[in-house]
């Protein structure tokens, strides 16, 4: 069982390209999560899903989108990178989402906007 | 938003005990998480606590006191491995997860 797998491991992407991050999970979690993580500011929230079919907005969502068209893939797409959007992704997912359940995490994508 | 604080930094002897503190002001309280973060990896689930007290894992146990919105862990005998980033994570009113920036342990030996 692999978990949680994130597609690319790093990326150098030049400002104002569209950029999808993958992420896909093998645990039938309902809920499922991405975060950034940056030096000094620990990981925040940028949007999650509790269900296939629904999504919802974390602490720092503008300019990010997300998808959740069944219940294993869950892309962030970033429609027009910036500089301050370099950062290292996380990808995580819990059985259920609105509840207790222990968050499990990807590997990570290093991004790199130039 | 959520407040949550931990050391930057601690340093550690190999065998010695590190106690690692986290402090939180939170909107509403669904338990609190440690997750370990080895350079360049992925964070791993440690301990979980929602009632006061002191749970323990082996080498590792996390302390709560949801009164004074504190928590700790603490790591025992202590191993060169146990080098790493340690983060705390409360679930708040809304079951969100908030991370603190996170204590990075070394270990000498």
């Known amino acids: 069982i692999a978990g949680i797998t994130q597609a690319p491991t790093s990326q150098i992407l030049a400002a104002g390209r569209r950029m999808t991050l993958r992420c896909t999970q093998d645990m039938r979690h309902n809920a499922m999560y991405w975060y950034r993580q940056d030096l000094g500011l620990g990981l925040r929230l940028i949007h999650y899903s509790n269900t296939a079919g629904t999504t919802g907005k974390g602490e720092v969502p503008d300019g990010y989108s997300v998808s959740r068209a069944n219940t294993d893939d869950f892309p962030l797409t970033l429609a027009s990178a910036v500089p301050s959007q370099t950062s290292v992704y996380f990808c995580a997912s819990s059985e259920q989402g609105g509840t207790t359940d222990t968050q499990y995490f990807g590997p990570g994508t290093r991004l790199t906007v130039l | 938003g959520q407040n949550i604080d931990q050391p930057t930094e601690m340093t550690a002897t190999e065998g010695a005990i590190v106690q690692i503190n986290c402090t939180y002001q939170t909107s509403g309280f669904n338990g609190l998480f440690w997750y370990q973060q080895h350079a360049g990896e992925a964070p791993t689930f440690l301990s979980y606590n929602v009632l006061d007290g002191l749970e323990e894992k082996g080498r590792f146990s996390s302390f709560l006191s949801r009164s004074k919105g504190y928590s700790y862990l603490l790591l025992k005998e202590l191993q060169m491995k146990d080098s790493a980033s340690y983060l705390c994570?409360?679930?708040?009113?809304?079951?969100?997860?908030?991370f603190g920036a996170g204590t990075t342990v070394t270990v000498r030996a």
């Open positions: 994570a409360v679930r708040d009113g809304d079951y969100k997860l908030s």
